[in-house]
């Protein structure tokens, strides 16, 4: 079936320093979504890509989907502390159920004042 | 206000009991799921539904059991059957179409069973 993974699994900056996740796929994506999830909260939407090579950006935050369409990445800019939590992709894949994502296991962010 | 609803917020149980997580949502959406999530695990779905009457087993769907009567409602039973029942639930609900659609996700049900 298909595989999403992860890494890193944790991350620990310093307030200011920018941090990256990667998500790569065992198939082809037709699209991706980024959730993050606050500590001992639930996952929230943050965006979706769905064109190859497509790169999106939310303030801090940079979305890029691989020319593959295999992998993706989260690039946050000059952290903050409200930026602690754990960030999931979930993909789904291409010819797949509309409604069947699969996550991958988080990269677990924390920040350092 | 619209979103979803999950209860209890935690639930305690002894080993061989049935027990049944709710799940309500008031978002007007077709589509609802069940993830269970463990640490260092993310998330992995249970059961998901796409319409009222219909639901298909996800990918650890073993020892569990949900039924789609309302459009508004999506219990999951964790069942006996279950080895490892102790976990973080969440229910998560989706609009239904050609495209696939973010998830909305309730607080979630922290089960422990002994």
């Known amino acids: 079936g298909q595989q999403v993974m992860q890494i890193p699994q944790y991350q620990h900056v310093q307030e200011g320093e920018d941090f990256t996740t990667y998500c790569n796929s065992s198939?082809?994506?037709?699209?991706i979504q980024w959730y993050k999830q606050r500590p001992g909260g639930h996952p929230v939407f943050l965006i979706q890509?769905?064109?190859?090579?497509e790169v999106k950006k939310q303030k801090r935050l940079t979305f890029q989907f691989g020319e593959a369409k295999k992998n993706s990445s989260l690039h946050i800019t000059a952290t903050q502390t409200t930026d602690v939590g754990t960030y999931f992709c979930a993909g789904r894949s291409s010819g797949g159920s509309n409604y069947k994502l699969t996550f991958g296991k988080g990269t677990l962010l924390t920040v350092n004042p | 206000d619209g979103g979803i609803t999950q209860s209890p917020k935690y639930l305690f149980r002894k080993e061989g009991q049935n027990v049944t997580l709710s799940c309500e949502q008031n978002?007007?959406?077709?589509?609802m799921y069940w993830y269970r999530q463990d640490p260092g695990q993310g998330l992995r779905l249970i059961y998901y539904s796409q319409i009222v009457n219909d639901f298909q087993k996800g990918d650890i769907a073993e020892g569990y059991s949900v039924s789609r009567e309302k459009k508004e409602s999506f219990p999951l039973t964790v069942t006996s059957a279950q080895k490892n029942p102790t976990a973080f639930y969440l229910c998560?609900?989706?609009?239904?179409?050609?495209?696939?659609?973010?998830?909305?996700f309730g607080p979630g049900t922290r089960l422990t069973v002994t």
């Open positions: 890509l769905v064109k190859s090579g």
């Open positions: 198939t082809t994506l037709s699209n």
């Open positions: 978002l007007n959406h077709d589509a």
């Open positions: 998560a609900s989706s609009h239904r179409g050609a495209d696939s659609y973010e998830q909305y």
